[in-house]
């Protein structure tokens, strides 16, 4: 059973720092993209990167660029989330998901999701 | 403002049949992307329900269908049930952003 938990959310202030964890099972890790998407409070779905089987390739939407990395650890099946320089407007919970080897690479498979919450 | 654009609600009896509407532009969707649809309950993550326009994943009920068609797509949902109760999210991908777009979602209400 594939399995996706993510970990890492709390309390934070606006300019801290943050870093998601998400532990991955079930599956094939190493062979599949993943992304991380987040969604504020009371409102809807925003994409914010994927990431390639090796690492090699990492896409962000812009208003993370520069501030968020995605990583991945093959060893540990595990995907990341390094968030610095947050800002109030980050505020949100954040999903890990898997991209299915299908053709645009729908996200099959979705954690349930930590809470990030960026306050003063 | 989301750049997949859907209509905040829409609501049928049960038994009805109700449609989803998601429309983009020359740079998304007119652009030949393909569209998915995610169904997200109250309080859950949310769960893939149409892939690459009209696909759906195993375990999905075939009430459920998409479509597509020049610069929108739409999600259709028959024999409408209580359970159907959510938001529903359609997903791009926009070449002029170069990123992945999300519809702004639509509550579903089973009256």
């Known amino acids: 059973e594939v399995q996706l938990v993510e970990s890492g959310g709390g309390l934070v202030q606006p300019g801290g720092s943050l870093r998601l964890s998400c532990a991955a099972s079930?599956?094939?890790?190493?062979?599949?993209?993943m992304t991380w998407v987040r969604q504020p409070p009371g409102k809807g779905l925003e994409w914010v990167t994927n990431?390639?089987?090796?690492?090699?390739?990492?896409y962000y939407v812009d208003s993370v660029k520069g501030r968020f990395t995605i990583s991945r650890d093959t060893a540990n099946n595990s995907l990341y989330l390094q968030m610095n320089s947050l800002r109030v407007e980050d505020t949100a919970v954040y999903y890990c998901?898997?991209?299915?080897?299908?053709?645009?690479?729908?996200?099959?498979?979705w954690g349930q999701g930590t809470l990030v919450t960026v306050s003063s | 403002q989301s750049v997949l654009t859907q209509p905040p609600s829409v609501s049928g009896a049960p038994g009805q049949r109700v449609t989803i509407s998601c429309t983009g532009s020359?740079?998304?969707?007119?652009?030949?992307?393909?569209v998915h649809w995610y169904q997200q309950l109250p309080g859950t993550a949310p769960k893939l329900l149409i892939y690459g326009n009209t696909n759906r994943p195993s375990g999905v009920p075939d009430r459920f269908s998409g479509s597509k068609s020049g610069t929108s797509a739409s999600l259709a949902i028959t024999g409408l049930q209580a359970e159907d109760e959510a938001d529903y999210y359609c997903?791009?991908?926009?070449?002029?952003?170069?990123?992945?777009?999300f519809g702004g979602g639509t509550k579903l209400t089973v009256l």
């Open positions: 020359s740079s998304n969707i007119g652009a030949g992307y393909d």
């Open positions: 079930g599956f094939t890790f190493s062979s599949y993209w």
């Open positions: 997903q791009s991908y926009d070449n002029s952003l170069s990123a992945v777009v």
């Open positions: 998901a898997r991209l299915a080897h299908i053709t645009a690479r729908p996200s099959d498979y």
């Open positions: 990431v390639n089987q090796d690492g090699s390739e990492k």
